[in-house]
């Protein structure tokens, strides 16, 4: 592809309409204003799609990730009926709990 094609150049939104369909009410001053800076957005995006990546390894993040994260290790559980002396209400060795939908 030639990127020649992809240089900035001006593109033209009628914001006023992009607003009616987002079903948003903004008045004529903030119309303009968000025009000037989608127009600047727009430029930008195609700028950074004209750089000439070719070569370039695809990454889902710029900078070299190394896990940060301790080994596993297999430790003991809790004792059950000491976690259920804690609680406030258990039954059969279980915790009580009400029902998520009750029906009255």
Known sequence: MDRSTLLPMPI??????VARLARLDLPEDELDTL?????????????????DTE??????????????FREDVVTGSLDRDEV???AP????????????MSQE
């Open 12 to 17: 033209d939104i009628d914001i006023a309409h």
């Open 35 to 51: 025009r000037s800076q989608l127009s600047a957005i727009l430029e930008h995006a195609a700028k950074v799609q004209s750089l």
């Open 55 to 68: 070569g370039v390894e695809p990454s889902n993040h710029p900078l070299g990730f190394v896990n940060a």
């Open 84 to 86: 259920l002396a804690m």
């Open 89 to 100: 209400e258990a039954r059969d060795g279980y915790f009580a709990a009400p029902p998520a």
